[in-house]
């Protein structure tokens, strides 16, 4: 591959769309100005169906006419979705390539404050994307049509509240990070500090008794870790069912990982999985890549992933990163990667923090090229796929 098509590569974006479970429903990949180029180039660098399967893709197109065969021979059609402007409804041409785009199995999203059943009639869209952060469009838009709908552009709870009155399904946006934090009952902060001190026992390496202690005082914890070490993920002929057995096949480093994830673990009254834990999935494993990949050993990488997934304590328990970070015994590399973005943990946490695209600078402060890049975020969606699946 060239370098100029390695370049391409950090202008294709991904972001997570959820539903109101807060479980990963598709993924829209993003690209400057919806150019298609980066998004071939992208696709046939890498499986991305299999690697994101099972969610659905989004492409935001802002003329399907771009759209070539290039590209569409590298799509799934039955897991596409295009997302495509309200205004270009209503062309001739467009409406003819759009049918021919769902007898193909394709889907289309049909977007704008304008957009409603009519206009979706004429490219057979059966659901409408909407912006929260702009004018929302009136139910009498969205309710004739069977969606599922998306919004996008989501801040907060207020907006998520607002789209989802709409009849919304399908959310997408930074209200996970910014949104108010529920306060924790005491039992579940009694569970988050039992976590902790696991954390802190497996740090001074403790027998496996000890390490019993309080995973048996919490039922919701041990309930977690017997589910997760039971399931496909790790596929044990035999079930599972005791402490010691758990911790004994996982073994301390996979242990260890596993703790870290579970702070975010905790089902809400409601069923739903917690928002941040999809998203500090990510981080872990997409730190752990980037590592592995710049030569770093194998505790090396352990303290990459945990960087990475500690990255969103404050967002989870409402705290300052610096309360946290003086409650655990960590690595300095970790600390001054979790205070200040600091040393090359903190290059790398920065680089994965960076949002859809990553400024070329801070590429090139890692020694990491786009492609590199692009791999190593999409084998980071699929483990953050597989583990909310799993939890």
Same mark, same amino acid.
């Given at each position: 591959?060239?370098?100029?098509?390695?370049?391409?590569?950090?202008?294709?974006?991904?972001?997570?769309?959820?539903?109101?479970?807060?479980?990963?429903?598709?993924?829209?990949?993003?690209?400057?100005?919806?150019?298609?180029?980066?998004?071939?180039?992208?696709?046939?660098?890498?499986?991305?169906?299999?690697? @994101?399967?099972?969610?659905?893709?989004?492409?935001?197109?802002?003329?399907?006419?771009?759209?070539?065969?290039?590209?569409?021979?590298?799509?799934?059609?039955?897991?596409?979705?295009?997302?495509?402007?309200?205004?270009?409804?209503?062309?001739?041409?467009?409406?003819?390539?759009?049918?021919?785009?769902?007898?193909?199995?394709?889907?289309?999203?049909?977007?704008?404050?304008?957009?409603?059943?009519?206009?979706?009639?004429?490219?057979?869209?059966?659901?409408?994307?909407?912006?929260?952060?702009?004018?929302?469009?009136?139910?009498?838009?969205?309710?004739?049509?069977?969606?599922?709908?998306?919004?996008?552009?989501?801040?907060?709870?207020?907006?998520?509240?607002?789209?989802?009155?709409?009849?919304?399904?399908?959310?997408?946006?930074?209200?996970?990070?910014?949104?108010?934090?529920?306060?924790?009952?005491?039992?579940?902060?009694?569970?988050?500090?039992?976590?902790?001190?696991?954390?802190?026992?497996?740090?001074?390496?403790?027998?496996?008794?000890?390490?019993?202690?309080?995973?048996?005082?919490?039922?919701? @914890?041990?309930?977690?870790?017997?589910?997760?070490?039971?399931?496909?993920?790790?596929?044990?002929?035999?079930?599972?069912?005791?402490?010691?057995?758990?911790?004994?096949?996982?073994?301390?480093?996979?242990?260890?990982?596993?703790?870290?994830?579970?702070?975010?673990?905790?089902?809400?009254?409601?069923?739903?999985?917690?928002?941040?834990?999809?998203?500090?999935?990510?981080?872990?494993?997409?730190?752990?890549?980037?590592?592995?990949?710049?030569?770093?050993?194998?505790?090396?990488?352990?303290?990459?992933?945990?960087?990475?997934?500690?990255?969103?304590?404050?967002?989870?328990?409402?705290?300052?990163?610096?309360?946290?970070?003086?409650?655990?015994?960590?690595?300095?590399?970790?600390?001054?990667?979790?205070?200040?973005?600091?040393?090359?943990?903190?290059?790398?946490?920065?680089?994965?923090?960076?949002?859809?695209?990553?400024?070329?600078?801070?590429?090139?402060?890692?020694?990491?090229?786009?492609?590199?890049?692009?791999?190593?975020?999409?084998?980071?969606?699929?483990?953050?796929?597989?583990?909310?699946?799993?939890?």
């Amino acid at each position: 591959m060239s370098a100029s098509e390695s370049n391409l590569f950090p202008l294709v974006g991904l972001q997570a769309v959820a539903n109101a479970h807060n479980e990963w429903v598709a993924v829209t990949l993003h690209v400057p100005q919806h150019a298609t180029g980066p998004l071939t180039a992208a696709f046939g660098a890498a499986d991305v169906f299999a690697l @994101l399967a099972p969610l659905d893709c989004i492409i935001p197109l802002a003329d399907p006419h771009s759209v070539d065969e290039a590209l569409l021979a590298q799509l799934t059609p039955q897991r596409t979705i295009f997302r495509l402007p309200a205004a270009l409804a209503a062309d001739k041409p467009i409406q003819k390539k759009c049918l021919q785009w769902r007898d193909a199995g394709y889907r289309i999203l049909l977007d704008g404050p304008d957009a409603g059943p009519v206009m979706a009639a004429h490219v057979d869209a059966r659901a409408l994307s909407v912006d929260a952060s702009s004018e929302l469009p009136g139910l009498h838009q969205l309710l004739p049509l069977p969606g599922p709908h998306l919004a996008y552009n989501i801040d907060d709870e207020e907006q998520l509240a607002a789209v989802s009155a709409l009849g919304v399904s399908w959310f997408a946006g930074g209200y996970a990070l910014r949104s108010a934090r529920q306060q924790n009952d005491a039992d579940e902060g009694t569970s988050r500090r039992r976590l902790l001190a696991l954390l802190g026992l497996l740090a001074r390496d403790a027998d496996v008794h000890e390490l019993e202690v309080p995973l048996k005082q919490d039922p919701a @914890l041990s309930y977690h870790l017997l589910k997760l070490v039971n399931s496909a993920a790790f596929g044990y002929t035999a079930p599972i069912s005791s402490f010691h057995q758990a911790i004994t096949l996982l073994g301390r480093r996979q242990l260890q990982r596993w703790l870290q994830l579970l702070l975010y673990a905790r089902q809400q009254d409601d069923g739903k999985i917690h928002a941040l834990l999809p998203l500090a999935a990510v981080r872990a494993a997409h730190m752990e890549a980037l590592c592995a990949l710049r030569g770093g050993d194998r505790d090396q990488q352990d303290l990459a992933f945990m960087a990475g997934v500690f990255s969103l304590l404050d967002v989870l328990l409402g705290m300052s990163m610096a309360e946290i970070v003086a409650t655990l015994n960590l690595d300095h590399g970790v600390n001054d990667a979790l205070l200040a973005r600091s040393g090359e943990l903190g290059a790398l946490l920065a680089l994965v923090e960076s949002g859809t695209h990553p400024p070329a600078a801070l590429l090139a402060s890692t020694g990491i090229d786009g492609e590199t890049y692009w791999r190593s975020l999409l084998q980071a969606y699929q483990w953050a796929i597989q583990l909310s699946r799993n939890l």
